[in-house]
């Protein structure tokens, strides 16, 4: 265990990409093997538009990386935060909390949060947009967006007071867990509910991309399924019968090209409550 922090404390740059770009090409290879859905699309004109947004987020999290580097030595430095109020933590243990709570705090928190407070929401329905759901869409997120989660993750590097080795295997393991739970594959289905038990398996994800309340307000984990499961934000449906977009933002042109998904927060959309649905 002191070897992994040790080598994500001094990660090298090449290494992280290498991460998020063979994380894409691996899951892209899969999709053409085992693919949930037959999409009737050109894969790499859908893949444009996501990618411009994976680049804006990689550059708005590079340029800000100082910020978490700062803030976790600080902690570590003062002893502040939930895993230094833990006394005689082992290692092995510091590093799994460590990783369960940066899941919590800067991803199912967040997710939630932009379900919930309309402007957040017109932010995050960028990613909610893509008709067409697969590996690309994991980093389809406008660079507002980008801003509000890497804000909080800041504030869940100070709650918890991790390390910058737990910090950067979190977001390591957070990378793949999107690219992998947004790819269009097929798993056996007995396969993909037993890894839901405690990971956000691509069928149990899918579920949130449906274009209908009230599932899309439902399964906002990113590596973790058990914050879904304890809060209550859980469901179920048979994957044959998802659908994906949103159903009041139907424009397949729109949510498709870069110009368009840039100004989408600020387009006028009310959103329906269920009893509108009904």
Avoid: C
């Avoid at 991803?107 to 690309?136: C, F, G, Q």
């Amino acid at each position: 265990m002191e070897q992994l922090i040790a080598y994500f404390e001094n990660i090298p740059s090449i290494h992280r990409s290498l991460l998020l770009v063979g994380g894409i090409a691996f899951f892209w290879f899969l999709e053409g093997f085992f693919p949930l859905a037959q999409f009737q699309y050109k894969k790499w004109r859908h893949a444009l538009p996501n990618f411009f947004f994976t680049i804006t987020t990689i550059i708005i999290n590079f340029t800000l990386a100082f910020l978490l580097l700062n803030t976790s030595d600080w902690t570590v430095t003062n002893e502040f935060g939930m895993l230094h109020w833990i006394p005689n933590l082992p290692l092995w243990a510091e590093v799994i909390l460590g990783v369960l709570l940066l899941d919590f705090v800067g991803a199912y928190l967040p997710h939630y949060v932009e379900h919930r407070v309309k402007p957040l929401w017109m932010i995050h329905l960028v990613h909610h947009s893509d008709p067409n759901v697969d590996t690309t869409t994991a980093n389809r997120h406008h660079p507002l967006e980008s801003l509000v989660r890497f804000v909080f993750t800041l504030l869940g590097v100070f709650l918890v007071g991790t390390s910058i080795g737990i910090i950067m295997l979190y977001q390591a393991l957070s990378v793949v867990s999107t690219q992998f739970n947004h790819a269009n594959i097929k798993l056996p289905k007995k396969i993909d509910r037993w890894i839901s038990y405690l990971l956000v398996s691509p069928d149990m994800h899918k579920i949130h991309h449906h274009y209908r309340l009230p599932y899309t307000d439902t399964n906002y984990g990113n590596i973790f399924s058990i914050w879904d499961r304890i809060l209550g934000t859980f469901s179920y449906l048979d994957r044959e019968k998802i659908i994906y977009g949103v159903d009041v933002f139907p424009d397949a042109v729109k949510n498709t090209q870069i110009g368009s998904l840039l100004k989408q927060p600020f387009d006028k959309y009310q959103r329906p409550t269920l009893d509108q649905l009904d």
